[in-house]
């Protein structure tokens, strides 16, 4: 920032004194009026960088309380907060599978005082029979990836299937009678449910809430019968015996729960549904900002204390850097437009 701020100088002082000449061409005129606005701007950007943040930053988590992006969210907004010298507050705007809270987002200022983490489903939604109010690309600039987390496919304990395989002969021979739930229609995991329905050749009814918390709710209380959800948010519930885990949804299993085998290996040979967490700015957010933004992630992610704790609730933190997770959500975005293309998948209207 240092050396923007002396570039900056240098081209000041350079305009000063070709406007001392004393009788410049028109041409020259209109060159040293754009240089001034340029260096004017240059000055003000860097500025901007120098003084941020001056007052405390919105995280808006596009959900109610409960599911992976608020854990997350609450756990490193201290630490973030510590870094940056100013407050940063988590506010829940869930509605929309997670678009309503990504649209606010979307429209608010580009000065990195408002921020958004959004799992992998915004680069779904894009591919499903749905207009969303915004476009991934081109309303957001990315600032980090900031952790992975594998899902697993739970039931309720009354569903008498003790593995995946057992599960689906259940369901084949019971059509209708067995359900999921989900955070909402087009999130991640509705996604995830509808690949296994896709490659497994059953239909277990989507039953969508609105969030993670009322969805596992329902689940725990017997009202549906199944479940993908994030190991963050079930691990507990499986481990106290209220929930079984039948698979996880990731190609290799997880160090939280290294008993339960993937979907792959027990039943369906290549299933694979990623899901990961991200950090989105609006667009046009300076650059120096979004690099200020992203350091702060990385040194969070860093803390030991932290990383234990996410960790061992299923969390597996991953920071990438703003080019290296535009790249992601590039790749993730070919990736969910061939998937969903190939399911022939449209979420209910």
């Known amino acids: 920032m240092k050396k923007i701020i002396k570039v900056v100088n240098q081209f000041q002082a350079s305009f000063k004194r070709l406007c001392h000449l004393r009788r410049p061409s028109p041409l020259l005129a209109a060159g040293l009026i754009a240089l001034g606005l340029s260096v004017n701007t240059l000055q003000a950007l860097?500025?901007?960088?120098?003084?941020?943040?001056?007052?405390?930053?919105?995280?808006?988590?596009?959900?109610?309380?409960?599911?992976?992006?608020?854990?997350?969210?609450?756990?490193?907004?201290?630490?973030?907060?510590?870094?940056?010298?100013?407050?940063?507050?988590?506010?829940?705007?869930?509605?929309?599978?997670?678009?309503?809270?990504?649209?606010?987002?979307?429209?608010?200022?580009?000065?990195?005082?408002?921020?958004?983490?959004?799992?992998?489903?915004?680069?779904?939604?894009?591919?499903?029979?749905?207009?969303?109010?915004?476009?991934?690309?081109?309303?957001?600039?990315?600032?980090?990836?900031?952790?992975?987390?594998?899902?697993?496919?739970?039931v309720h304990p009354s569903v008498p299937a003790q593995n995946l395989k057992e599960f689906i002969a259940l369901v084949k021979a019971n059509p209708g009678k067995f359900n999921h739930a989900t955070p909402g229609a087009g999130t991640a995991q509705h996604i995830a449910f509808e690949l296994f329905n896709y490659s497994a050749a059953v239909q277990v009814i989507h039953v969508p809430y609105k969030g993670t918390g009322p969805a596992i709710a329902d689940l725990v209380g017997g009202q549906v019968q199944s479940a993908i959800g994030t190991m963050a948010s079930l691990d507990g519930l499986v481990k106290a015996g209220k929930l079984r885990a039948l698979a996880v949804t990731t190609p290799t299993r997880s160090a939280t729960m290294p008993n339960v085998p993937t979907i792959a290996e027990a039943a369906l040979p290549g299933f694979d549904a990623p899901l990961w967490y991200s950090i989105l700015a609006p667009a046009n957010t300076p650059s120096a900002v979004v690099e200020k933004l992203s350091s702060a992630f990385a040194r969070a992610l860093a803390d030991p204390v932290t990383r234990e704790r996410l960790t061992g609730q299923g969390f597996v933190l991953t920071y990438l850097n703003p080019q290296q997770m535009g790249e992601m959500l590039k790749r993730d975005l070919l990736f969910w437009q061939k998937t969903i293309k190939a399911m022939n998948f449209k979420v209910e209207k």
Do not use: C, H
């Open 46 to 154: 860097a500025q901007t960088a120098v003084q941020f943040p001056d007052r405390s930053i919105r995280f808006v988590v596009p959900f109610p309380p409960g599911g992976g992006n608020d854990i997350l969210a609450r756990a490193l907004a201290p630490l973030l907060s510590e870094s940056l010298g100013q407050s940063v507050v988590v506010e829940n705007k869930g509605g929309a599978g997670g678009n309503i809270g990504a649209e606010f987002v979307a429209r608010s200022a580009a000065d990195g005082y408002t921020m958004l983490i959004a799992a992998n489903q915004i680069t779904i939604n894009p591919w499903l029979d749905n207009k969303i109010p915004f476009d991934i690309e081109k309303d957001f600039v990315t600032v980090a990836q900031i952790a992975s987390v594998p899902m697993v496919l739970v």
